[in-house]
C-alpha cells in the first residue's frame, strides 16, 4: 500500500502561482511513476502531469503544458506541481496519484494509488 496526502491548493488569482505537494508513505516511492489529475465541478477527473520514477520523464496535458511542471524528490517521498499563470479554468480538485508500472500514463486506471485531494481555486 502506498498512502499519498496532498497539500498546498488555496485561492489565488488569476496569474498567480501555486506549488502544490503530494507526500508518499508505505513501499518505496522510487519504484511509482506520479501523476497529478484534476476534477472541475460537473467534470470527469483528467489527467495534468505525469513523471517517471526518477524524475528523468515527464508529460503534460495540453491545457497545461509551458505553465505547469511537475517534480520529485524521492529522498522526501515527496512529487510537486508548480503551477505558474494560473487561469480561472484551472479551478479545481488536484489530485496525485501512484503507479506501479513503467512508463508515463495519462489514464486514471493506469494508476494504482490515489490522494484525498486538495482544492484550487482560480479567481478572475
Known amino acids: 500500500q502506498v498512502q499519498l496526502v496532498e497539500s498546498g491548493g488555496g485561492l489565488v488569482q488569476a496569474g498567480g502561482s501555486l506549488r502544490l505537494s503530494c507526500a508518499a508513505s508505505?513501499?518505496?516511492?522510487?519504484?511509482?511513476?506520479m501523476g497529478w489529475f484534476r476534477r472541475a465541478p460537473g467534470k470527469e477527473r483528467e489527467f495534468v502531469a505525469a513523471?517517471?520514477?526518477?524524475?528523468?520523464?515527464?508529460y503534460y496535458s495540453d491545457s497545461v503544458k509551458g505553465r505547469f511542471t511537475i517534480s520529485r524528490d524521492n529522498a522526501k517521498n515527496t512529487v510537486y506541481l508548480q503551477m505558474n499563470f494560473l487561469k480561472p479554468e484551472d479551478t479545481a480538485g488536484y489530485y496525485c496519484?501512484?503507479?506501479?508500472?513503467?512508463?508515463?500514463?495519462?489514464?486514471?486506471?493506469?494508476?494504482?494509488?490515489w490522494g484525498q485531494g486538495t482544492q484550487v481555486t482560480v479567481s478572475s
Open positions: 513523471i517517471n520514477w526518477s524524475g528523468g520523464s515527464t
Open positions: 496519484a501512484a503507479r506501479g508500472g513503467p512508463g508515463l500514463r495519462v489514464g486514471i486506471h493506469d494508476y494504482d494509488y
Open positions: 508505505g513501499r518505496t516511492f522510487n519504484n511509482y511513476a
